[in-house]
């Protein structure tokens, strides 16, 4: 799907240069001489390298098309994630490398979908909310009254967040998986 350069946005996976790239930033300019062009930052999928490009305002882009399937979480392995596709019961394999951080977040069962391009799986997307546990987190201070006074606070999983200072050990919360952040507790 072809679209203007200037619809380009942060988290797009664009096909140029007989490759698939991943938007990292993306910036308007409008210089005082000249037509408007955006300057876009991209990071290649297969190839891990990283790509400054600068496209008019007139010119399109391939906007890669990708397929979206619901999935479940099943288990690990040393290298890989593997998940049960509800309808069919097929299962995958997906290596760490292409999840990265966010399987930290999977508990079993945990309804994901994953993101295929010629049929390959290239991202998975978490629900926006999930339930974890507090494992440690500091006391609070006493008098330490300021709103944006938050601690550091490490879940059973192993991500390390910052919590509000109300939160003990042992407490369930809500965590937003787009940005970690704590969002309420249970």
Partial sequence: MKINAGEIRVGM???YKNDLWQ???TQHVK?????AFAQV???SLNKNTKLNERFRSSETVEKASLEETKYNYLYESENSYFFMEPKSFEQIEIKKK???EKGKLLTENLEVSVNFYDNKPISIDLPNQVSCKIKTTDVALKGQTVSSSYKP??????LSIQVPPFIESGDEIILDTRTLEYIKKI
């Avoid at 606070?153 to 192993?158: E, R």
């Fill in 13 to 15: 996976l664009l096909e």
């Fill in 23 to 25: 938007v990292l930033k």
């Fill in 31 to 35: 210089p005082g001489k000249g037509g």
């Fill in 41 to 43: 930052e991209m990071k």
């Fill in 98 to 100: 292409i999840i990265g």
């Fill in 153 to 158: 606070a490490s879940l059973d999983n192993g």
